[in-house]
């Protein structure tokens, strides 16, 4: 391949364009690699036909997403299909380097792989899922085993992986984008504050959405208890757009609600990136999403 670029070109492959940790992890290093110079393409599969929830530096790439069913199983091979499709196209693999963020795209890269069409591929593990399907074991399982290179993003994952699959893989972390996240007032931060009833005092900030693996129970059973000292405490949760199944989660954390009706109630709220510094100055706290099953704190980076 002939460019005028002499730096590879990296593509960068998401599970989806919602907004969510890992995509945003792959919308910020396709950012940084793209001011270093490099020209770095983000993709992932668009069910929404939206595109990415922002654009980033450089144009992304919205694969056709076909319909799937309700079974997550179901989607996942679906969209592991929808990336074989898109890369089987020559003009579509125009790159040195391919990154996968995810199962499905490390899947689809594997085979990819196997079948000749490129020769190598790295692979980020944010986390690694206890599935009860075996197909999604089984998928996690190859797009970790099969890359090339791993990348981690905690202590915990590195030891795990070695641990578990006899694989080293490279501790890259998640940073703070110091120009979003200040305490330097903007005139958006009335008017959200305003749209979302953020008025308490103090205002604890949860970031995620509501599922076991953000730990949401137990954050809103820690905030009940608080709201016995506090009693204008106000607990926001931002995020949600997740395409797994938290529907059984979700109605353990309603109950939780409905059995605390006399007490101030939490808000939770769908985060927008232009909104998330505002809620983060609001509560003047970096986070309170503490995982059990990880040991790690959310980062504020994947906001």
């Not at 995509?23 to 950012?31: P, R, W």
């Not at 070695?162 to 958006?188: C, H, I």
């Not at 059995?259 to 769908?270: G, L």
């Amino acid at each position: 391949m002939i460019a005028s670029n002499p730096l590879p070109r990296i593509a960068i492959l998401a599970h989806s364009t919602n907004p969510r940790g890992g995509v945003v992890h792959g919308l910020e290093l396709a950012d940084s690699l793209t001011r270093l110079g490099y020209e770095a393409v983000i993709h992932a599969p668009d069910a929404s036909g939206k595109g990415f929830f922002r654009a980033p530096l450089s144009p992304a790439v919205a694969v056709m997403a076909s319909p799937a069913g309700k079974n997550i199983a179901e989607m996942v091979q679906a969209r592991i299909a929808d990336y074989l499709k898109h890369f089987e196209l020559p003009a579509h693999r125009q790159f040195d380097v391919f990154h996968a963020q995810d199962s499905i795209s490390g899947n689809a890269l594997a085979t990819l792989k196997q079948r000749g069409l490129i020769r190598r591929f790295a692979r980020t593990v944010h986390h690694i899922d206890n599935f009860q399907d075996p197909r999604l074991s089984d998928w996690q399982t190859r797009s970790i085993i099969e890359a090339d290179e791993l990348f981690v993003v905690s202590d915990l994952w590195q030891s795990r992986i070695m641990a578990e699959f006899g694989r080293v893989s490279t501790k890259v972390g998640n940073g703070v984008d110091t120009e979003r996240f200040t305490s330097n007032a903007r005139a958006l931060d009335q008017p959200l504050r305003a749209r979302y009833g953020i008025n308490g005092s103090p205002v604890l900030f949860a970031v995620g959405g509501v599922e076991e693996r953000k730990n949401s129970v137990r954050i809103l059973e820690a905030f009940r208890q608080l709201l016995r000292i506090h009693r204008d405490a106000q607990l926001v949760i931002a995020g949600g757009a997740s395409l797994l199944d938290h529907a059984t989660y979700r109605r353990q954390f309603d109950a939780l609600i409905a059995a605390t009706i006399e007490q101030t109630m939490p808000v939770t709220a769908m985060a927008t990136r232009r909104g998330m510094p505002t809620r983060m100055k609001q509560s003047g706290m970096q986070q309170i999403a503490y995982r059990t099953s990880e040991r790690w704190k959310l980062s504020a980076s994947r906001a």
